[in-house]
């Protein structure tokens, strides 16, 4: 037999060798990541479903408070329309969408008619505000003022 061509033989068998244990690194890192991916699926379904419920039970009710049924806030959805808020709402989240820009709650009350002068009249004012911002109706800016959402 040839030894130059036995050489060469030997030679590319070791190539195959080592080109066979690379593959099947290989193959082991793909099927683990794929294991992981599977996990991660589950993981997230699972998540997805826990969201899901917790937003199905905070869905807005009414509430009692004193024996007498009160309106909640909704928290803004995609499929939720300003129709759905109490009228008050409704015409405060009007007035800041007609203003040029940011505004602050007295100017919000100067637009309703609301007698700013007086503290005891503008707090619940602001604490409806505050209250739109929490739900995702409205967004409260750094410096305190109010502007719709994007």
Do not use: I
């Given at each position: 037999m040839d030894p130059e061509l036995l050489e060469r033989i030997t030679a590319r068998r070791a190539e195959l060798d080592?080109?066979?244990?690379?593959l099947a690194k290989q193959l082991a890192e793909v099927r683990a990541e794929r294991d992981e991916l599977a996990v991660a699926e589950r993981v997230l379904e699972r998540v997805s479903e826990q969201l899901?419920?917790?937003?199905?039970?905070?869905?807005?009710?009414p509430g009692q408070v004193g024996g007498r049924s009160v309106m909640l806030i909704p928290h803004r959805e995609p499929d939720l329309v300003d129709t759905m808020l109490p009228p008050d709402y409704q015409r405060i989240l009007a007035a800041v969408r007609q203003a040029a820009g940011p505004v602050i709650a007295r100017h919000v009350g100067e637009m309703l008619g609301v007698d700013v002068s007086v503290r005891a009249k503008l707090e619940?004012?602001?604490?409806?505000?505050?209250r739109l911002v929490d739900r995702g109706w409205l967004?409260?800016?750094?410096?305190?003022r109010f502007t719709t959402r994007l």
């Open positions: 080592e080109l066979e244990e690379q899901a419920d917790e937003r199905a039970s905070a869905a807005p009710m619940p004012l602001r604490g409806r505000l505050v967004r409260k800016l750094p410096d305190g």
